[in-house]
C-alpha cells in the first residue's frame, strides 16, 4: 500500500524518499567542492606526503601547524573528503594519498606534468565560482556572461586590466596543459608525425607547445598569445618562439597549428573567424598540414555516466565565464564544413577530452 503511487503524484513515497536523499546529494555537493579547496589551501597533500604518506589526525595538524581546537573540525574536512575519494584511510586510522589526492601535491608526485593543483585552484576560486552563483540573476541582465555581470568586464579584458588574475589563470592553463600533453603525446603522439613546424595558437604561456618540443625536438615550435600574455612569459630555453598578436587577424604558417582549451571559449562565429586565420596558415608540405584540436567532444566518452556528466557540467561552467561552448561531435564537424575543411578525426583522450585532427 504504502507503495503505491498517489493519485495526484505520479510517484510512490519510497521514491520521493530516495529522492530527497539525492536532491540533499545535490543541494550539498558544493560543500565536497569547498572542502576540496579547503585541502588545496591548506596543503593537506603536501603534509601527508611530508609526514610519510600515512598520517595521524594529530600529526596530520601539526604539520599543518593548526591550533589544537581546530583539529575537530579539521577531522570532519577528513572525513568528509575520505568519503568521496580524495583521501584514503589506513587500517591504522591514519589519512593517506589516493590518486585523486596525488594531483593535488605541488609537484604531482615526482612528475611536475601530473599536477592539477593550480587548476583546482583557480576552478574553485571565487574568479571562477562567483560567477556560477550569479547565473540565475544573469537570465534577466544584458551583459555578455555571468562573469562580465559579476567583474565588470568579460574575461579576456578581465586578464588584461588584472596582471596577477592573468597570472593566476596562464599559470592553471600551463598545469593543464603540462598534464594533457603528456597523455596526448602518449596516446595520439602520431598526431605529430611529419610535422616539421607547429604554431601553438592562443597558447598561452607555452605549456603544450615546450611539451610538443620537448617530445619531437625535430617540431619547430611558436606560440601566439595576446601581448600581455607573452610579455610576461620568462624568458624561453631557446626550443620555442614566442609572438605576440591577435589570432583573429593574423596566425604564422606552419604544417601544424595546435588549438588547446581555445575553440571552447568562443561563439560558433568567433570559431568560423579562428579557423578561416588557421586554414589561411598551414603550409601544405609533402603530408598536407593540419590543425591539431584539444577539446571535449561532448558524448565521446566510453565511461558513460560520470564522464558524461562532467563534460556538460564544464560546458555549463565555461558558459558562465566566457561566450564559448562545448561542441558534440555534429556541431564540430559544421564548424569545419563551413570553412572548407576537407576531413578531420576524433581520438578521444583521457576519456574526457579528444584530439581532433583536421585536415585542409
Ligand atoms: C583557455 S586559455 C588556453 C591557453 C593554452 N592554449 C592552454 O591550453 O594552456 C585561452 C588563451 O587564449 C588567449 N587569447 C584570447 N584571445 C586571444 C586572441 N584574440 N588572440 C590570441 N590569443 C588569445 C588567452 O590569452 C589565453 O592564453
Not at 568579460?154 to 588574475?165: E, I, K, L, T
Not at 601553438?200 to 600574455?229: N, S
Amino acid at each position: 500500500m504504502e507503495q503505491e503511487a498517489d493519485a495526484e503524484l505520479p510517484h510512490t513515497r519510497g521514491e520521493l524518499l530516495q529522492a530527497s536523499i539525492d536532491l540533499t546529494h545535490h543541494t550539498l555537493s558544493y560543500v565536497k567542492s569547498m572542502a576540496l579547496r579547503c585541502a588545496v589551501q591548506l596543503g593537506i597533500a603536501d603534509a601527508i606526503r611530508r609526514a610519510g604518506g600515512d598520517v595521524s589526525l594529530d600529526g596530520l595538524a601539526a604539520a599543518l601547524s593548526l591550533a589544537p581546537s581546530k583539529l575537530p573540525y579539521l577531522r570532519r574536512v577528513m572525513r568528509a573528503l575520505t568519503a568521496s575519494g580524495v583521501f584514503a584511510q589506513a587500517g591504522g586510522g591514519g589519512y593517506r594519498l589516493t590518486p585523486v589526492s596525488t594531483l593535488l601535491l605541488s609537484d604531482g608526485g615526482g612528475g611536475g606534468c601530473r599536477s592539477l593543483q593550480q587548476l583546482v585552484r583557480i576552478q574553485l576560486s571565487p574568479f571562477c565560482v562567483s560567477p556560477v552563483t550569479n547565473l540565475a540573476e544573469w537570465f534577466s541582465r544584458d551583459e555578455e556572461t555571468p562573469f562580465a555581470m559579476t567583474f565588470g568586464t568579460g574575461h579576456w579584458d578581465f586578464c588584461v586590466r588584472d596582471p596577477g588574475f592573468s597570472a593566476f589563470f596562464n599559470g592553471a592553463m600551463a598545469c593543464d596543459s603540462r598534464f594533457v600533453m603528456d597523455a596526448v603525446i602518449h596516446e595520439v603522439g602520431g598526431a605529430f608525425d611529419g610535422v616539421t613546424s607547429m604554431v601553438d595558437v592562443a597558447g598561452g604561456t607555452g605549456g603544450a607547445a615546450k611539451a610538443v618540443a620537448a617530445a619531437f625536438p625535430q617540431i619547430k615550435c611558436t606560440v601566439l598569445d595576446l601581448p600581455h600574455v607573452i610579455h610576461g612569459v620568462p624568458p624561453a630555453d631557446g626550443r620555442v618562439e614566442f609572438v605576440a598578436g591577435d589570432m583573429m587577424d593574423f596566425i604564422p604558417q606552419a604544417d601544424a597549428l595546435l588549438l588547446k582549451s581555445v575553440l571552447h571559449d568562443w561563439s560558433d562565429e568567433d570559431c568560423v573567424r579562428i579557423l578561416k586565420r588557421c586554414k589561411e596558415a598551414i603550409c601544405r608540405g609533402e603530408q598536407g598540414g593540419k590543425l591539431i584540436i584539444i577539446d571535449l567532444v561532448v558524448g565521446s566518452s566510453s565511461r558513460a555516466t560520470t564522464c558524461h556528466e562532467t563534460q556538460l557540467l564544464f560546458d555549463l561552467f565555461i558558459s558562465t565565464l566566457t561566450q564559448g561552448r562545448e561542441r558534440d561531435e555534429k556541431e564540430w564537424c559544421k564548424l569545419f564544413k563551413e570553412v572548407g575543411f576537407r576531413d578531420y578525426k576524433v581520438t578521444s583522450v583521457l576519456d574526457i577530452r579528444s584530439v581532433i585532427e583536421v585536415f585542409p
